[in-house]
């Protein structure tokens, strides 16, 4: 996935649903991850529902494929009636991704919930699992019911290190190694189960559970009682240090106090981020009876750091509010609004002397729990300090200066257009591609030459920390230790391509040590940890010589994002120097000396590389500096 983020992204969208048999409420986080790949069904009928969720990894493509195509199979066909129905789906719809040529993948479970029959008192529930999902059982005091899966979930994890998915994995032409003390499949993926990761279903067969990785359920059925929930979680909630008696505990203390479903994935999620969970975080609570819940949809804005300046961070702020039908500028006014609150609240409390927990719980009830993040970041057996988090209120808000003007009514579009002002000054500006005729005609391009001071690929010096750099990444092994080691890189497939090859550095974040390396002959960028690459010599600049003018001006006005200009005239068959080339649709920025002293994008078929033309061996066109997006 790339490098992660300097601050955790931790606005929740929460989703309710009620019914007349069912309450249900979902709460999603992104956490420290650059996007939020989970997604999540909730589907009720007069006869049961199908309550699931799915983590994504490698991309969202799979997660959103899966729920999607899932949610119109139970539209179309009703609740499966069986076991072998629901693998039938399982194995259906993984292949049709599979044929649609993506890469990513996605772990499932879910929970099919029937109702009590005539004069019975229990409802059943057939629970299905493909990957490290979790699905687990409480009773109304906070126990959990224990269940014959990981940690005693109703559910077991699917992983390399189980001696029979190891089995399976090596029965069906794949292999289990161990990197860094993690069992994975063919040396990549952590989970053995999974609906998606093409490359990983190639051997094997000839059943589709037959593969390295599968995408059948493991099946369970249990009964329990209408007073009973259940929880519903992705393994991000699970990799910290928060045990499932925990999870069902703290959901159960949250039904008790407020009784929303809603509130009590929230609570879930943000624990999980306090006991260090580095990855995406989903949650959803189910309880087994009925009634309206509201809101259906609603954002809990998430602490509003000066980060926005950071593009990955503004990116996953953003994708988080619109998930919730909300703009940044709609984000960025709750949170002011909340953060304000709670400081004012903060420094009414009587502070002198110890603090009791008793007191702190009172002040959360009255600015509200689902919305307070700092009243979750204590766990009640502990004494909240409120220094601290009085300290941390200010410090964000002097993100927003001295706020809106006084004179601007809460609620009204003039105090929302202070907001659209503040988040457009507040975030990174974007670049788009340039438009290629457009950049021949501006005055720009043509000029006598770059603005001084411009970053140009040819401009490095090669000084180390300069955008521009060529480097050689180290190879896999030692890249891929470096990755996962690192606080807030994650290891994708397609770092798999980059062990030992050739790139450019880009640009470096000297907060988190890494930097940001393209490669133009793979045609992406990745964000790798800056100790892993090595600097390699500067090349000189590449000269090339242009075509005839004929042959020139006809691969012009051929190309459908150049066109011609008079100014081109004089350059035929004149050498120049390459400073940028786009491998994406085939051109080359080209810069001419005295005396004609322009640059221009021409077609990369109506150059010539001199050195080739002299006898010499052809510039390596795979170390060229170039932006290619």
Same mark, same amino acid.
């Given at each position: 996935m790339g490098a992660g983020l300097p601050k955790p992204v931790t606005s929740v969208p929460v989703t309710r649903q009620g019914g007349e048999h069912f309450q249900a409420g979902l709460a999603e986080m992104n956490g420290w991850r650059t996007k939020m790949e989970d997604a999540h069904i909730i589907y009720m009928t007069e006869g049961g529902a199908f309550f699931g969720v799915f983590d994504g990894h490698g991309g969202d493509e799979c997660s959103s494929f899966i729920t999607r195509r899932m949610t119109e199979e139970l539209e179309s066909k009703g609740l499966p009636a069986n076991d072998e129905t629901v693998r039938e789906m399982a194995f259906c719809l993984d292949q049709e991704f599979i044929d649609s040529g993506a890469q990513s993948g996605t772990t499932g479970t879910f929970a099919i919930v029937e109702l009590p029959k005539v004069g019975g008192d229990k409802h059943r529930i057939r629970i299905g699992n493909v990957g490290d999902s979790r699905v687990l059982l409480g009773k109304a005091d906070g126990q959990m019911v224990e269940g014959p899966g990981?940690?005693?979930?109703?559910?077991?994890?699917?992983?390399?290190?189980?001696?029979?998915?190891?089995?399976?994995?090596?029965?069906?032409?794949?292999?289990?190694?161990?990197?860094?003390?993690?069992?994975?499949?063919?040396?990549?993926?952590?989970?053995?189960?999974?609906?998606?990761?093409?490359?990983?279903?190639?051997?094997?067969?000839?059943?589709?559970?037959?593969?390295?990785?599968?995408?059948?359920?493991?099946?369970?059925?249990?009964?329990?009682?209408?007073?009973?929930?259940?929880?519903?979680?992705?393994?991000?909630?699970?990799?910290?240090?928060f045990p499932n008696r925990e999870v069902v505990q703290l959901a159960a203390d949250n039904l008790r106090s407020h009784s929303d479903p809603g509130l009590a994935a929230v609570a879930i999620c943000r624990r999980a981020l306090d006991r260090k969970s580095n990855d995406n975080l989903t949650c959803m609570v189910v309880r087994l009876s009925g009634g309206s819940l509201e809101p259906e949809e609603e954002l809990l804005p998430g602490q509003f750091w000066d980060h926005l300046s950071h593009k990955r961070f503004e990116e996953a702020y953003t994708a988080m509010a619109k998930r919730a039908g909300c703009t940044l500028a709609m984000v960025a006014e709750k949170r #002011?609004?909340?953060?304000?609150?709670?400081?004012?609240?903060?420094?009414?409390?009587?502070?002198?002397?110890?603090?009791?927990?008793?007191?702190?719980?009172?002040?959360?009830?009255?600015?509200?729990?689902?919305?307070?993040?700092?009243?979750?970041?204590?766990?009640?057996?502990?004494?909240?300090?409120?220094?601290?988090?009085?300290?941390?209120?200010?410090?964000?808000?002097?993100?927003?200066?001295?706020?809106?003007?006084?004179?601007?009514?809460?609620?009204?579009?003039?105090?929302?257009?202070?907001?659209?002002?503040?988040?457009?000054?507040?975030?990174?500006?974007?670049?788009?591609?340039?438009?290629?005729?457009? #950049?021949?005609?501006?005055?720009?391009?043509?000029?006598?030459?770059?603005?001084?001071?411009a970053e140009s690929p040819c401009d490095s010096n090669g000084v180390e920390g300069e955008s521009g750099r060529r480097v050689r990444v180290a190879e896999l092994d030692t890249l891929r230790i470096a990755v996962e080691e690192h606080h807030i890189l994650t290891w994708s497939e397609r770092l798999f391509e980059v062990g030992g090859r050739d790139g450019t550095v880009e640009r470096d974040? #000297?907060?988190?040590?890494?930097?940001?390396?393209k490669f133009i002959d793979l045609g992406f960028t990745a964000w790798l940890p800056t100790q892993t690459l090595t600097q390699l010599p500067q090349l000189p600049?590449?000269?090339?010589?242009?075509?005839?003018?004929?042959?020139?001006?006809?691969?012009?006005?051929?190309?459908?994002?150049?066109?011609?200009?008079?100014?081109?005239?004089?350059?035929?068959?004149?050498?120049?120097?390459?400073?940028?080339?786009?491998?994406?649709?085939?051109?080359?920025?080209?810069?001419?000396?005295?005396?004609?002293?322009?640059?221009?994008?021409l077609p990369t078929i109506s150059v010539t590389d001199v050195g080739a033309q002299a006898g010499m061996a052809p510039y390596d066109r795979g170390e060229v500096p170039a932006a290619v997006d």
């Open positions: 990981t940690d005693g979930a109703m559910t077991n994890d699917h992983k390399p290190c189980d001696p029979g998915e190891g089995e399976r994995i090596m029965r069906t032409g794949g292999h289990v190694q161990d990197v860094k003390g993690v069992k994975r499949v063919n040396g990549d993926l952590a989970v053995s189960r999974a609906f998606g990761d093409r490359n990983h279903k190639q051997t094997g067969g000839p059943g589709p559970g037959d593969r390295p990785v599968s995408a059948e359920p493991e099946f369970f059925t249990t009964e329990c009682d209408p007073t009973d929930f259940l929880v519903l979680v992705c393994d991000g909630i699970s990799e910290g240090n #002011y609004d909340l953060a304000t609150k709670e400081l004012h609240a903060l420094e009414g409390l009587p502070i002198c002397g110890p603090p009791t927990l008793e007191c702190w719980l009172a002040y959360c009830r009255d600015i509200g729990p689902q919305e307070c993040w700092l009243y979750s970041q204590a766990d009640e057996s502990e004494e909240p300090g409120w220094e601290e988090k009085i300290a941390t209120l200010k410090e964000e808000l002097t993100v927003f200066g001295e706020g809106p003007p006084s004179s601007l009514a809460l609620g009204s579009a003039e105090r929302l257009d202070w907001f659209e002002t503040f988040v457009r000054s507040a975030c990174v500006a974007d670049e788009p591609a340039p438009d290629m005729a457009e #950049y021949l005609s501006s005055e720009s391009v043509w000029g006598k030459t770059p603005d001084a001071g974040s #000297y907060e988190d040590g890494t930097s940001l390396v600049p590449r000269q090339v010589r242009v075509a005839r003018l004929e042959d020139l001006k006809m691969a012009v006005e051929a190309h459908e994002c150049l066109q011609w200009n008079e100014k081109l005239e004089s350059v035929g068959e004149t050498q120049c120097t390459v400073v940028e080339e786009d491998s994406g649709d085939g051109t080359v920025c080209v810069l001419f000396g005295p005396p004609h002293d322009i640059r221009a994008w």
